[in-house]
């Protein structure tokens, strides 16, 4: 034995004692710096009481994890709309830990800055890049679907059999068989356009996710004609007065929740409405422990009050919004130049100028010559009843929105509201007050009231409140809508990467509607007295929606990526047992082995966010950063950008080997000759590799001009400029992004049919409806006592992280739902109990969390748990199923028609309801 590895003496009180004397006089001694470590090497002599411990490197292993080679940049795409910049260490090819970079400039020093933003899913991605669940090779199915049973393949094999079957599919049964899945290219627009240009090429079914996943707040196509607008977070500290309604900004804003808490430094209130008493909740000055699914009502309530009180901006009503127009009697349509003379325009409008004493035409209609809404000395009347003659000679008496408005909001009276939605009649009261008075004010909206079936109808009564104050298209104000991270900033270069011969030769789909059609997906209700398949059928037969694949084909191969479709679709189960049975070929890349991933016949190997290039930008700030190679992609993976190439040269090549004939696609008058695809699909070799995609995104849009990938490896940049095609504020020095100042100072008309924000729907189908105005309508009824709230968790980004260990710590380490203890009481159930949930869609098993923050008469469960995580059985989603809203398919009125992830039917999911009882297990 050495005398390295003998036993050391025992370690005494006295000798410990010498040796601290010893140290501190070595210490003090002159010359005798840190330099030459003498504290070290003293505690490592005799009396090292770790001396004898007889494996010294890990500790060397763990010092050295602060060590590394090589820094670069990078982020996370999970749709968790943070676009937070994180600095990857690499040593030795091996990424060793992640930290936020922290170097966002910051606007101006009055406001609080974006750094260090993140969470702390984002501080463990390493080690998910490297966990088991991480997919390694090419994977052919072997078992049934879901079975879990694969083996190995070459990247030639897999390719070759999706290439051929993709050919196939074109061929013999058509090009709108093949269907493509990839949701949000904010987060790595790259990656998402490496899949679309394919589809493009090949003529497949391109489909939408933000409407799909219910992100998208329909309220605002139709009021403001906009997918969606929000003000960037920084101007949150702006606001004099903050509604937190349906957004836990603690839980899932997480690197931007610090701006609505600062902004109280700077003299604003914040009030929080949410059913639960959530992680928000604690920071409000007023919390609304709200009846889940009356938003609607305690919107039109207050909107009540502020007329009735006159706490409302007339001047800005009257320029702004549509209230001030003229209604027909009996048929309650906008009174149109149409209607007073004859070949008039229908999209021409009128108010009543109370200077002229007449009816005069709107201007900033679509119809209208007058590119402005400025009223040029008019002054219309916002009340009365007037009498107008028209071109047939009949005079009709007319009156205006807003005297519409003010009956319809009648029956909202204070007692009603109160006793609807739980709260007291003085808080709402006092609420209304401060909306109206504190300026400036704005509403931070989230899922918690975005997922409801009757979102439309909410989100409108919501930008209501924020037009009767005036608060739209200023700093500090408005409606703002942070569920996705769906804005991509530099959207001109985007397009023309993903849908490179125009988006107008693409099948676009609303994947709400695709999934409904071909499943065995039945809605019970009835809307008047039809079923959704009978709007379905008109909205179809008018082409307001497009439906592919056409003339009754079933899809037939399914591509998905950047996604976990399965998982998180409404009803999935209802799907799993028709949709995916039709499917000849579900192929899914990903860099982890998800539900998705389980249930397809091909998965093929993605490089995670570390392993790539790309760039990445949000809602929430007015910065873009990128996504860096750390390392190469792990094992046998790939960047999805080239796969997608390698995919596109199999496709050549097969096509090539069988002498393919150009197929005529008459929809776009296309001969699509496949042994040129590769070919198409670089850019005609212009456009190789992610890098040269990040540049041509880059220098092909107005707000990221001059910039390139390797500047934004330097530092995140803010953008420099705004398209006006795409945008309705200019990015300005100093000053934080917010929406409409375009409408608001420049006076340019809304995007909408009246030019105006546009409060009355006069489409057909919304008034027979009763949904022309903002109106509020109870959730669609369920028989089961108790809502099943499924929202954004904290220990996940959807399904991402949800199988992270650490993560899983952090919880109770599987799927838990959580109920009020009154409500567990009348169950007789036990914190941690297994319980059964259960509908008459289907069930599943997991543990019970009794939690007091909980709403009675709605049990929660933190939505994206994979269903093999835990569940003894089913899953999250077993329990819902898809609900089309029939006011949600129409289009060709004006501003409202189909446009991918723009408008279409929303995949909601509040109005489910749910029993709970004590599972046998
Ligand atoms: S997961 Fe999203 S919010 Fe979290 S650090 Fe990454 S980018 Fe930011």
Known sequence: MSDKNKPQKPFSRRSFIQTATMTAATLALPGCSRKDKPVLSTLTGDFDPLRSYPYRGWEDFYRKIWTWDRVVRSTHSANCTGSCSWKVYVRNGVMVREEQAADYPRINADLPDYNPRGCQKGGCFVEYVYSPQRLRYPLIRTGERGEGKWRRATWDEALTLVAEKLLDNVYNHGPDTNTFFSVIPAMSPVSFCAGSRLAHYIGGVFLSFYDWYCDLPPGEPLTWGVQTEACECADWFNSKYIVLWGSNISQTRIPDAHFAYEARYNGAKIVCISPDYNASATHADLYFRINPGTDGILALGVAKLLIDHNWIDALYVKEQTDLALLVLPG?????????????????????????????????????????????????????????VQLADGKTVEVTTVYELLKKELGQYTLDKVAARTGLPAHEIELFAKDLGTRKPAMIIHGAGTNHWFHNDLINRSFILLVALTGNTGKNGGGFNHYVGQERIWPEQGFFKLAFPETRKKQRFQNTTLWSYVH?????????????????????????????????????RAFIVWRANYLNQAKGNEILESSLWKDLDLIVDINYRMDTTALYSDVVLPAASYYEKVDINSTDCHSYIHPFGKACEPLFESKTDWDIFHALAEKMAEVATKKGLKPFYDDAFDWNRDFTQLAHDWTGKGAIQTDEQAVNFILGNAEETKGMDYKSLQEKPRRFIATDPESWNSDIEDGVAYTPFKHQLEKKRPWRTLTGRQQFYIDHPWYIELGEALPTFKEPVEEKYPLYWNTPHGRWSIHSTWRDHRAMLRLQRGGPIVYMHPDDARKRGLQDNDWVRIHNEVGHCVCRLQILPGEKPGRVTMYHGWEKFLGFKQGGWQSLTYIKIKPTQLIGKYGHVNFRLNYWGPTGNNRDIKVEVEKAKV
């Open 331 to 387: 048929t309650n349509r906008f009174l149109r130049e149409s209607d007073f003379k004859k070949g008039g325009k229908e999209d021409i409008f009128y108010f009543w100028d109370t200077n002229q004493q007449s009816a005069i035409p709107t201007p900033g209609s679509m119809g209208s010559d007058q590119k402005t809404i400025q009223l040029n000395g008019a002054d219309p009347a916002l009340t009365g009843t007037f009498q």
């Open 519 to 555: 499943s065995t997906s039945k809605d019970p209700h009835l809307y008047n007295g039809k079923p959704i398949e009978w709007y379905i059928q008109e909205s179809v037969k008018n082409g307001w929606m497009p439906l592919w694949p056409k003339n009754g084909k079933k899809p």
